[in-house]
Structure formats: C-alpha cells, structure tokens
C-alpha cells in the first residue's frame, strides 16, 4: 500500500521511544512520552520547498499533539501539516 498526502501535508513514519532507560531500567507503555520524532515517508504536492526543505528519509521533530495517526501493516505513521514540522533532525 502507498499513502500519497494531499496539499501541504507530509507523512511521517513516528519514531518510537526506547523502552528502557540509559541506566537500563525498563518503561512500562504508561511512563513513556507521545513521540515527536518521525522519518519522512513521502511529502504532498503543496509543500513550499522554501519554506520546508524536507526530502524523503529526513528525520524531523514535529509538535506534540499535531496530524492524525495511522497504522499501515502493523507501521505507525503520521500524516502531518508541514508547518508542524519544527526541526530537521541530523546526525553529523
């Protein structure tokens, strides 16, 4: 299946958070946060490549309660309004 956003959306496959700590201890799924990390699955039409320069596989944090969650063959993914998007997250 291919999901394709419309407009000014883009869809983001939602980075979860690692269930234990750096010391090791584990989290139970109450104790962890809303994730706000997500990998860039593929941008709409509408996305003003200057005012959001994404490109598919960025990594990106978005805002805590934006866009609509959903599941794809056991996949979670969020489709988001590009201005939601906050940071380009890179690893150097």
Do not use: F, N
């Amino acid at each position: 299946m291919q999901i394709e956003p419309m407009g000014s959306r883009v869809l983001l496959k939602i980075i979860e958070e690692e269930d234990r700590t750096s010391a090791g201890i584990y989290l139970p799924e109450t104790a962890k946060e809303k994730p706000q990390e997500g990998e860039v699955v593929a941008i709409g039409p509408d996305v003003d490549e200057d005012e959001v320069p994404l490109e598919v596989g960025d990594r990106v944090m978005y805002a805590k309660y934006s866009g609509t969650e959903i599941k794809v063959d056991g996949e979670q993914y969020l489709i988001i309004d590009a201005g939601d998007i906050l940071a380009r997250i890179r690893k150097d």
